[in-house]
């Protein structure tokens, strides 16, 4: 089984920052598409962003400017850089991957995606 290690979860207040970070193996990270979702108790798994191959970038409309996605092929990771932090911001985060080169149409269903990490918990309250 594929395994995707994550990291870098925690608690923080509003305004605050934090960086999730995901080991994945080397041929996810340099050759398909990658995302992060979040899921909050009792709602559906959510897009938060994605990056392909050539590094082209989508966001979800809730976090544009303030989250960043972005991979280093040096140390086979996916990170999201997450600032000005927001309590609708508090949800489960998990990496994923896709077999796709380009996550194109469709880059926010959670169907998409054949691998999972197992999600730190992100809390975001005064």
């Known amino acids: 089984q594929v395994r995707l290690v994550e990291s870098g979860g925690g608690s923080v207040q509003p305004g605050g920052s934090l960086r999730l970070s995901c080991a994945a193996p080397?041929?996810?990270?340099?050759?398909?598409?990658m995302a992060w979702f979040r899921q909050a108790p009792g709602t559906e798994r959510e897009a938060v962003a994605s990056?392909?191959?050539?590094?082209?970038?989508n966001y979800a409309d809730s976090v544009r400017g303030r989250f960043t996605i972005s991979k280093d092929y040096a140390q086979n990771t996916l990170s999201l850089q997450m600032n000005n932090l927001k309590r609708e911001d508090t949800a489960m985060y998990y990496c994923?991957?896709?077999?796709?080169?380009?996550?194109?149409?469709?880059?926010?269903?959670?169907?998409?995606?054949?691998?999972w990490g197992q999600g730190p918990q992100v809390t975001v309250s005064s």
């Open positions: 994923a991957t896709d077999l796709r080169y380009w996550c194109g149409d469709g880059w926010n269903s959670r169907l998409a995606y054949d691998h």
């Open positions: 990056i392909d191959k050539d590094g082209r970038t």
């Open positions: 080397e041929k996810f990270v340099r050759d398909d598409c």
